[in-house]
């Protein structure tokens, strides 16, 4: 199934019911004095978060979602019906944009927004009976609703992103670490929609990791899958940057890890302009060493230096395959977290 997570549609409030214009039929008069009852309100297109469901997939199916407009008013001073209410459900972390890209509102932590407020009836014609004019011919129209083309985007809230080179270990590390069983195979881009998994931390805390399409050089510019994939870490709070320490595949670990964080500041430089943007480039980085079961322990040691050297401290260095230092990743994590949260 592909995964989606932008739609486009057009949304609506209900128009007001106009009112109505109408006399009281009584026997010995050919007309009676004004009893035009008021149009029905509109119905609000309310918007609602629900945590069931994690995709858009489901607001496809129409390209337009209106509430219904309010009934006419009627005769005897009916009013007419007011109209229910649309809701459209929407996983929890949606964001809708107008066509201009800014944010008309962003769902997250929140359950229940009204988006358009449906018209108000009109007045019938009774409304207008005053001394001078007994006998009022005009009622109103009902308050028309609005309408809007929005456009919805929805991120993987997780905690933590996986970043990293094709064939790094990605999807082994996320199955090492949650329930979550993506596919694993020694090619590059294996992963073509993101994973995610949820990581138990100790008896009480848990997290999300989300492990997304390997990036390569020249990403930024659509080499490989591009860096589209990226917006579904843009709201992680920290990321692994995930190194493939083997050297199997020919490329060196530590320009690797330069590659990527090259990568991720040309992502930050062609979305700076969007509202609500936070660059990744900043992103607190865990950095870890994957596949040390291929070296030995004095490459090991000279790799480690060498990333000392440029990120100032050493990384951790782990198997997926073997589970060295697994525990101490989840570990570290967790601890990371809390710390972020606390700040
Ligand atoms: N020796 C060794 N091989 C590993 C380790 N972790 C992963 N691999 C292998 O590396 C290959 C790629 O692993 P994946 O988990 O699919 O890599 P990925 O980063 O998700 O790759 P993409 O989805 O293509 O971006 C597989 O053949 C894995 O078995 C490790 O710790 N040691
Ligand atoms: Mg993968």
Same mark, same amino acid.
């Given at each position: 199934?592909?995964?989606?997570?932008?739609?486009?549609?057009?949304?609506?409030?209900?128009?007001?019911?106009?009112?109505?214009?109408?006399?009281?039929?009584?026997?010995?008069?050919?007309?009676?004095?004004?009893?035009?009852?008021?149009?029905?309100?509109?119905?609000?297109?309310?918007?609602?978060?629900?945590? @069931?469901?994690?995709?858009?997939?489901?607001?496809?199916?129409?390209?337009?979602?209106?509430?219904?407009?309010?009934?006419? /008013?009627?005769?005897?001073?009916?009013?007419?019906? %007011?109209? &229910?209410? $649309?809701? $459209?459900?929407?996983? &929890?972390?949606?964001?809708?944009?107008?066509?201009?890209?800014?944010?008309?509102?962003?769902?997250?932590?929140?359950?229940? @927004?009204?988006?358009?407020? /449906?018209?108000?009836?009109?007045?019938?014609?009774?409304?207008?009976?005053?001394?001078?004019?007994?006998?009022? &011919?005009?009622?109103?129209?009902? &308050?028309?609703?609005?309408?809007? #083309?929005?456009? $919805?985007?929805?991120?993987? *809230?997780?905690?933590?992103?996986?970043?990293?080179?094709?064939?790094?270990?990605?999807?082994?590390? *996320?199955?090492?670490?949650?329930?979550?069983?993506?596919?694993?195979?020694?090619?590059?881009?294996?992963?073509?929609?993101?994973?995610?998994?949820?990581?138990?931390?100790? %008896?009480?805390?848990?997290?999300?990791?989300?492990?997304?399409?390997?990036?390569?050089?020249?990403?930024? #510019?659509?080499?490989?899958?591009?860096?589209?994939? $990226?917006?579904?870490?843009?709201?992680?709070? *920290?990321?692994?940057?995930?190194?493939?320490?083997?050297?199997?595949?020919?490329?060196?670990?530590?320009?690797?890890? #330069?590659?990527?964080?090259? #990568?991720?500041?040309?992502?930050?430089?062609?979305?700076?302009?969007?509202? /609500?943007?936070?660059?990744?480039?900043?992103?607190?980085?865990?950095?870890?060493?994957?596949?040390?079961?291929?070296?030995?322990?004095?490459?090991?040691?000279?790799?480690?230096?060498?990333?000392?050297?440029?990120?100032?401290?050493?990384?951790?260095?782990?198997?997926?395959?073997?589970?060295?230092?697994?525990?101490?990743?989840?570990?570290?994590?967790?601890?990371?977290?809390?710390?972020?949260?606390?700040?």
């Amino acid at each position: 199934m592909k995964f989606i997570d932008e739609v486009r549609i057009t949304l609506a409030s209900g128009h007001g019911g106009p009112g109505c214009v109408s006399f009281r039929r009584e026997s010995m008069q050919a007309r009676g004095g004004p009893d035009g009852g008021d149009g029905g309100k509109g119905g609000d297109l309310v918007i609602r978060t629900s945590r @069931h469901i994690n995709s858009l997939v489901d607001l496809r199916q129409n390209k337009r979602y209106a509430a219904r407009n309010g009934g006419m /008013g009627s005769g005897r001073q009916r009013t007419g019906q %007011d109209a &229910e209410d $649309l809701v $459209l459900i929407v996983p &929890e972390g949606t964001i809708f944009r107008n066509m201009d890209g800014e944010i008309i509102i962003d769902m997250t932590g929140i359950n229940e @927004h009204v988006l358009l407020k /449906g018209g108000r009836g009109g007045k019938g014609n009774e409304f207008f009976k005053t001394s001078v004019n007994q006998a009022p &011919e005009h009622a109103q129209p009902g &308050e028309e609703g609005q309408e809007i #083309e929005v456009k $919805l985007e929805l991120k993987l *809230i997780a905690d933590v992103g996986i970043i990293g080179f094709p064939n790094a270990g990605k999807s082994t590390l *996320i199955s090492r670490i949650s329930a979550a069983k993506p596919k694993i195979a020694d090619y590059p881009f294996t992963t073509l929609t993101p994973n995610l998994g949820v990581v138990k931390a100790g %008896d009480y805390s848990s997290f999300v990791v989300a492990d997304i399409p390997g990036l390569v050089k020249g990403a930024h #510019e659509g080499v490989g899958l591009g860096i589209q994939f $990226l917006k579904h870490v843009e709201r992680t709070r *920290i990321f692994i940057h995930l190194v493939d320490a083997s050297g199997m595949s020919g490329r060196d670990p530590l320009q690797d890890f #330069e590659d990527i964080n090259y #990568e991720l500041k040309m992502y930050d430089e062609n979305n700076k302009d969007k509202e /609500g943007f936070f660059p990744l480039s900043t992103r607190p980085q865990f950095v870890v060493l994957n596949k040390i079961d291929t070296l030995s322990s004095d490459q090991l040691q000279k790799l480690l230096n060498s990333f000392k050297k440029i990120t100032g401290t050493a990384p951790l260095a782990i198997s997926a395959v073997t589970g060295t230092n697994i525990n101490e990743l989840v570990v570290e994590l967790g601890r990371q977290i809390l710390k972020q949260e606390e700040e």
